[in-house]
């Protein structure tokens, strides 16, 4: 079976803070891939990143930045310079081959002027 | 990119009748799609595995006769909330498979409430 683990349930910063949200996963397939996914108060989902169990390099988009490590089961999201627009839900997600997704339990980040 | 949509978007329906929300695949063709409910503040839940042209596949805990699923066409799975309750408001959002198994898109949601 496939869990994702987002201990922070909330984390609330000051704009321009750099904010670290913590995703660690447990599955058996060799093979997976690991999201994340933006949900705003509208309820739609916003994909961010995928990443799949053979590519451990780190990736920077602008103002994200991901940092993948199968040695801990981790994939870290880091959104640097925080703004009011980054506050959301922010899930982590695994899906293997089945397709279909395991999201974790969510971080409510919380960006203050 | 590839897009989804769901409809509608948002429903209100009385305690005992029953739902139907369409999921539709815009500009691919998606063998297989996924229903998610979720539930205030809570995570996404999966339901049921929909394949084109094949009974739905049920997650453990899921009602497979309160949660009709029909998946007739390559662009089109419905869900139907049979015989809703207030318990059953929840938002609900469906993903459709891409070419890959790593390519899910999902659509917008539906929120339904029963009052």
């Known amino acids: 079976a496939q869990k994702v683990t987002q201990a922070q349930t909330e984390i609330s910063v000051v704009e321009k803070e750099d904010v670290t949200l913590d995703c660690v996963y447990e599955?058996?397939?060799?093979?997976?891939?690991l999201f994340w996914y933006k949900q705003p108060p509208s309820g739609e989902l916003v994909f961010l990143i995928r990443?799949?169990?053979?590519?451990?390099q780190n990736e920077i988009s602008g103002r994200y930045s991901w940092n993948f490590q199968k040695s801990t089961s981790s994939f870290n999201f880091t959104i640097t310079a925080s703004q009011v627009v980054d506050s959301a839900v922010y899930f982590c997600?695994?899906?293997?081959?089945?397709?279909?997704?395991?999201f974790g339990d969510g971080t409510t980040l919380t960006v203050k002027p | 990119g590839a897009v989804v949509s769901q409809h509608p978007s948002w429903v209100i329906c009385k305690s005992g009748t029953s739902v139907k929300i369409e999921c539709r695949s815009l500009?691919?063709?998606?063998?297989?799609m996924f229903w998610y409910r979720q539930f205030p503040k809570q995570s996404l839940m999966l339901m049921a595995t929909?394949?084109?042209?094949?009974?739905?596949?049920?997650e453990q805990g899921v009602e497979k006769d309160k949660f009709l699923i029909n998946h007739a066409s390559l662009t089109l799975s419905t869900l139907t909330v049979t015989s809703a309750h207030p318990e059953d408001s929840s938002f609900y959002i469906c993903?459709?498979?891409?070419?890959?198994?790593?390519?899910?898109?999902f659509g917008p949601g539906t929120r339904l409430t029963v009052t």
């Open positions: 993903s459709a498979q891409g070419q890959s198994f790593y390519e899910q898109y």
């Open positions: 599955t058996r397939d060799t093979t997976y891939y």
């Open positions: 990443r799949n169990s053979f590519d451990e």
């Open positions: 997600a695994l899906s293997t081959n089945a397709g279909k997704s395991t």
């Open positions: 500009d691919f063709q998606a063998t297989t």
């Open positions: 929909s394949n084109e042209g094949s009974k739905a596949t049920y």
